[in-house]
């Protein structure tokens, strides 16, 4: 694609306290093979020093800005804040989170299925996740997928390409046209926005790795873990957006199979702790999505966990104890997760 066939890219940063990562990020988008996009920072009062960077970068480049926050924000709340500074001339828009870096060809291969496909909204590609390769299982060299498609296939064949919003690119309209574009209830709001996007529009996917993300100790991530967000979150998507995309009988089934996994978990749980924080996060979650906390169900789970344990007493116990010490160490750590990957202040939920 040449300079003169370019769409305008707006990028947009959301930043807090990433003094270590900021220029590699920054550099990583100078060095884009793709050369019409801005970008705009957003520094959610940062006390470290990253603002004084972001700065400088803005000094030497004009296609870069850097707006200040008035008040600090909440992580997906400055997100949504970040995305509203877009350009008006923007065709497309790309997160790039603080802590993270995008590869030289990345704006270019995006945008150009983008191009491709005039009804793709959001466009994926591999993702390079600490050492692993994610976003993986969708076939070569298919580049084009329809909405209801790879959101049968996420929640049937359990293929996981959504990524994080830092490994994908929409559609600025998308953006523009959505109020605020992320739930900022959902600290997995990346996840659920491609849920109520791809029921209007289609998805595009590039097989390459594109872009890289950095896995944090001390994230919001961490937590996540640790507090098994992505169990109530799942039932959330099944609930909020599985009857846009399965069959009455596809639905019932695979929250059949959801709820007997989800009380299996809190049974193992139950046995690892106790701890209030994590039981009244499940409980309200499973009572306001409609379902309901049974004790009868969580005692059923616990007894699956020790008919384990009867079964193969080494391996389960030691399980239950690498996990045990695993959650106790992160939650020390950094107890209150302000930063980190995923639900973290200056990356996917920044």
């Known amino acids: ?65 850097v707006h200040e926050n008035s008040e600090f924000l909440p992580a997906i709340a400055n997100h949504n804040a970040a995305l509203r500074l877009i350009s008006p001339a923007s065709k497309y828009c790309k997160v790039v989170f603080a802590d993270d870096r995008i590869f030289p060809e990345c704006l270019e291969r995006m945008v150009s299925v983008a191009e491709e496909h005039a009804s793709v909204g959001i466009v994926g ?47 600025a309209d998308l953006v523009r046209n959505r109020s605020p574009f992320f739930n900022e209830a959902n600290i997995h709001a990346d996840n659920e926005l491609c849920f109520a996007l791809l029921r209007t529009c289609d998805f595009g996917f590039v097989h390459q790795v594109l872009t890289a993300t950095r896995l944090r100790e001390g994230s919001l991530n961490t937590k996540s873990l640790e507090m098994q967000t992505s169990l109530p979150d799942w039932l959330h998507i099944l609930l909020a957006y599985g009857p846009s995309y399965l069959n009455d009988e596809e639905l019932k089934s695979l929250l059949d199979e959801h ?87 200056e990356s996917s939920t920044q």
């Open 259 to 345: 709820l007997a996994r989800y009380y299996r978990l809190l049974g193992k749980s139950a046995l690892q702790r106790w701890d209030r924080e994590f039981w009244t996060y499940h409980s309200t979650n499973m009572i306001k999505a409609g379902v309901g906390f049974s004790r009868a169900r969580l005692a059923r789970g616990i007894v699956e966990v020790l008919w384990d344990l009867a079964l193969n007493p080494k391996g389960t116990v030691e399980k239950l104890l690498a996990r045990r010490k695993s959650a106790s160490t992160k939650t020390r750590s950094n107890p209150d997760g302000r930063a980190g990957r995923r639900g973290k202040q």
């Open 125 to 171: 590609a591999y993702v390079l996740e600490g050492r692993t390769v994610t976003s993986t299982g969708l076939p070569r060299p298919n580049t084009f997928f329809s909405g209801r498609e790879i959101c049968r296939r996420h929640l049937l064949d359990k293929i996981y390409v959504f990524g994080s919003a830092n490994s994908l690119l929409y559609r």
């Open 1 to 65: 694609m040449n300079s003169a066939s370019q769409p305008l890219v707006s990028i947009v940063t959301p930043l807090y306290n990433n003094v270590e990562h900021l220029s590699e990020c920054v550099e990583s988008i100078l060095a884009q093979t793709y050369s019409n996009w801005d970008l705009s920072i957003a520094n959610n009062c940062s006390t470290d020093g990253s603002a004084e960077i972001a700065r400088r970068y803005a000094a030497a480049d004009s296609r870069i800005r």
